[in-house]
């Protein structure tokens, strides 16, 4: 049980870089895995990073792989999502969200940001 607020999405250029962050409410932010996923109009929502309660250990989709850099701050309750090398399939709205030990998503989801990447 978190709430959580997406921000930071907009109009990147590729080859353009963008940082996305997750606000989340409470004081048990940390006792949660956490992750990235995007959906693209028409298509399913698609795993992009996963975090570890502590950071210590993070997940990758080969399309993020290189290129974005998943992190969080459990002290100020925030997750990021630090988007390099942007590419225009980068577009999609972009979730952040609770998920289990099998990186599946776990009942909290954020409202969303848009990232638009142009080419």
């Known amino acids: 049980q978190v709430q959580l607020v997406e921000s930071g999405g907009g109009l990147g250029q590729a080859g353009g870089s963008l940082r996305l962050s997750c606000a989340a409410s409470g004081r048990t932010f940390s006792s949660y895995r956490m992750g990235w996923f995007r959906q693209a109009p028409g298509k399913e929502h698609e795993f992009v990073a996963g975090?570890?309660?502590?950071?210590?250990?993070?997940w990758y989709a080969d399309s993020a792989k290189g290129r974005f850099t998943i992190s969080r701050d459990n002290a100020k309750n925030m997750l990021f999502l630090q988007m390099n090398s942007l590419k225009p399939e980068d577009t999609a709205v972009y979730y952040c969200a609770t998920v289990d030990r099998d990186l599946q998503a776990s009942g909290s989801w954020g409202q969303g940001t848009q990232v638009t990447v142009s080419s």
């Open positions: 975090i570890s309660m502590s950071g210590a250990v993070t």
